[in-house]
């Protein structure tokens, strides 16, 4: 699986936008991005996936650049619940039962400020 | 509707013995992986079961071994523990397998080797 790289830690005022970069420069056509979050002491979540096309749900956006090497997760309205370790991961899949590890890295961490 | 549930939440075990951890996925849920956070190597992966099979393993050593049961519900046991061993254990369950599941994670087994 491709590795990913993101910056430690970011900050962010409550009611802006958070938006969290992520480097994947050798990712390759049958591997996915996927974006989870770990709040202090809880399990990870699931936010959002994606293969090459801009994604969005109620959590978060998430824009892939065309040539997929970075992307970039955006909450649109960070609130103090919103202060986590963001993962960004690379996943391969290449239909059925071919498909690579979900590996984690150092994330970063979001801090909302008030 | 129920999350990830596992068993127990605290353990103290004492160098040199096994011990045996439980997960119960979501309901309709026949993928499970396993993961080991600690404060210096974060989140690695175990494995990963669906329908009864490993599908996907990490790089620990032998002593680390899983199964899952035909009602998905999946275990790991750890023998002759050691003092790094102590982790918090988290489990995750998804719809199914490949890139188009995202994974729930339960809370964690917290686990003190002494």
């Known amino acids: 699986d491709a590795k990913t790289t993101q910056p430690t830690s970011m900050d962010c005022a409550e009611g802006r936008a958070a938006n969290l970069p992520c480097n994947h420069s050798?990712?390759?056509?049958?591997?996915?991005v996927y974006w989870y979050r770990q709040i202090h002491s809880q399990g990870p979540q699931y936010i959002i996936h994606?293969?090459?096309n801009n994604e969005t749900n109620e959590m978060a956006s998430l824009i892939i650049t065309e040539d997929r090497k970075s992307s970039t997760l955006i909450l649109p309205h960070a609130t103090l619940r919103d202060t986590a370790v963001y993962y960004c991961i690379v996943r391969f899949y290449a239909g059925g039962t071919s498909y690579g590890k979900l590996t984690f890295g150092q994330g970063t961490i979001l801090t909302v400020h008030p | 509707k129920a999350g990830v549930t596992q068993t127990p939440r605290y353990l103290i075990k004492t160098r040199g013995q096994q011990v045996t951890l439980s997960c119960s996925p979501i309901s309709g849920h026949r993928s499970v992986s396993w993961y080991q956070q600690t404060p210096g190597q974060g989140l690695q992966f175990l494995f990963e079961?669906?329908?009864?099979?490993?599908?996907n393993k990490g790089n620990f050593p032998g002593r680390f071994s899983g199964r899952q049961f035909s009602n998905s519900r999946s275990e790991m046991n750890v023998s002759t523990l050691e003092l790094g061993d102590s982790a918090l254990y988290l489990c995750?369950?998804?719809?199914?397998?490949?890139?188009?599941?995202?994974?729930?994670f339960g809370s964690g087994t917290r686990l003190t080797v002494v």
């Open positions: 994606g293969l090459k």
């Open positions: 995750a369950s998804s719809k199914g397998q490949g890139a188009s599941y995202g994974y729930t």
């Open positions: 079961y669906f329908s009864e099979t490993q599908r």
């Open positions: 050798t990712i390759s056509g049958n591997e996915y």
